[in-house]
Each structure stands twice: as C-alpha cells, then as structure tokens.
C-alpha cells in the first residue's frame, strides 16, 4: 500500500481524503505538476516547480508550501515508497470554504490543498513503445485557451486518447486552424533533415519542461530547432517525428493518420535526443 501526502500528513492510501466541495472536484479550479523519478532521482524538478509558481500565479492560487518543503516531500515518498523508476503527481487546488460557489473562496481564510502520490513504474526508460514508435490520429482541439497553464481540466484530452484507442493507435495530436498545437498529454515535433520542428509557446500549448531541455540538448547536439506551426499533411511528408513529456521523456511517432512517417520505424534522430536526455537528466537528478 502507498503512502501518500495530504495537507501535511502523510498517510496510507486508503486514508486519504479530500473534501467533496473540493473546487478541483467541483470546478476543475486546481493545477498539477508530474516529475519522473529515475533511478531513485528526481528529473528536472527544478523546472516543474517552477512551471508550478507560474500556473498557480496565474490562476491566482496560493503557494501551499516553500520549494524546499515542497523537494522535501518529494523526496520522502520516493524513499518510503521505494520508488526507482517512476513519477511523483502534485496536485493543487484552490480549496473549498465549505461549499459550492463560482465565487473564489477568500483566499485569507482558505488554504489551498495539496496532494502528492506515488506511481512506480519498473522499465519505463526502455518501453516497447520507446523501441517501435507510437501511432497518432489527428483530432479537432477543442480545449479551452489557457492551456499553457497545467490544470486538472483533462476530459478533453483524456477522451483525446479514447478515440486513438477506438482507431488502434496510441495517442492523438490536437489540430487547430489547419495547424498542430500539441499531443493530448505531450509536445509534438517533426523533423526534416537536420532541423527540428515544433509550435513555439504561447497560450496555445502547454510550456513542457521536458520540452524545453531536448530542445536544449538539440541544439548542442548541432541540431537546427525551428520554432513555428506544421500541418498534419507536413508532419506526414516529414523525415521523423516524436513527442516529449515527463513520463515518455522522447517518443518516436512512426504513423500520423494511417500514414507511415519516414520508413515507419523509430528515426534516428528521435532515438539519439532520447539517449542524450536521458543520459544528462538522470546526472542532473535530485
């Protein structure tokens, strides 16, 4: 059974609770952050608790706790968790005054809940996924336009991966205005003969931490990143193409609406950036 952080406790699964006039039950009104573990490190954690500042300041939630109070609990359910490889979820939410209101609670007498847990995940650095690629259909974005903050409004996404699942493929890359934003839970890139192609940030995508580093280990790799939107047409016509996240770090994409990308395997350019990421954030880690 996990242990798992509530509010300042840390707890046994079974006896966490949360209030039901909880504003992320009631209102989505919460952000979160996902930080890999590997080989026992946290990866990037400084970059998610940052990304985590931002979201919360933007939706005008309350910091529940310091960054080193925050790496402290991190730390502590890794270790009584013994997690090796596998994700630590963080969860804010604005709280509940004690019943429901589309009005803002007041925030002087309101704290926010915070909520941490574990998930191990033995062999996440060397999936069959990561080795064969993944296939994507494409889906019409019908998300909300602040999606460059990290909240727990995921139905849309999360219905995103049903209708991939109902086509036999793996994940959907959301289109909007004949463009490509995003994945449903990832960064999306093509890549046509040395250069790396993937949206540049705005409101439109999430600013993904892990993201920000492969572009990063790119471009000292003597790679070119160019930053602008591409067609679901120009991504099949592409070389290569992956998507980033905290959890699948660089996957291959080898099939965009029953179209083959490149040969059809893992390219090779999507192969190295994960080897590189891996290889430095696994140093890096805390």
């Known amino acids: 059974m996990r242990t798992v952080y509530v509010n300042g406790e840390y707890l046994p699964e079974t006896e966490a609770k949360v209030s039901i006039f909880d504003r992320a039950f009631l209102m989505a009104d919460g952000v979160y952050e996902v930080t890999s573990v590997l080989d026992g490190k946290l990866i990037d954690f400084e970059g998610h608790f940052v990304r985590l500042q931002r979201s919360l300041s933007e939706l005008d939630i309350a910091e529940p706790c310091t960054r080193d109070e925050l790496l402290e609990i991190h730390r502590e359910l890794v270790r009584v968790n013994e997690i090796h490889d596998g994700l630590v979820y963080l969860q804010v939410t604005r709280g509940s005054d004690g019943d429901r209101d589309f009005v803002f609670p007041n925030p002087e007498t309101t704290k926010p809940t915070l909520v941490l847990f574990t998930q191990s995940k ?51 890359w959301l289109v909007e205005d004949g463009f490509v934003t995003e994945g449903t839970s990832n960064n999306a890139y093509i890549v046509k003969g040395n250069k790396i192609i993937t949206r540049a940030l705005s409101n439109d995508i999430l600013h993904g931490i892990t993201r920000a580093a492969v572009l990063r280990f790119a471009q000292e790799a003597q790679m070119e990143v160019e930053e ?55 140093k890096a880690g805390v």
């Open 122 to 172: 033995p062999g996440i650095m060397d999936s069959a996924a990561s080795k064969n690629g993944i296939k994507v259909i494409s889906i019409e974005d019908l998300r909300w336009h602040r999606r460059d903050i990290k909240t727990v409004q995921l139905l849309y996404p999360s219905m995103g991966k049903m209708m991939a699942k109902k086509a036999g493929c793996d994940d959907a």
């Open 228 to 282: 602008r939107n591409f067609t679901i047409a120009e991504a099949q016509d592409a070389d290569e193409a992956f998507v980033t996240s905290a959890t699948t770090f660089v996957m291959p994409v080898v099939e965009i609406d029953g179209a083959k990308i490149g040969d059809g395997v893992p390219g090779a350019k999507a192969k190295r950036l994960r080897e590189i990421y891996l290889e430095e954030s696994i």
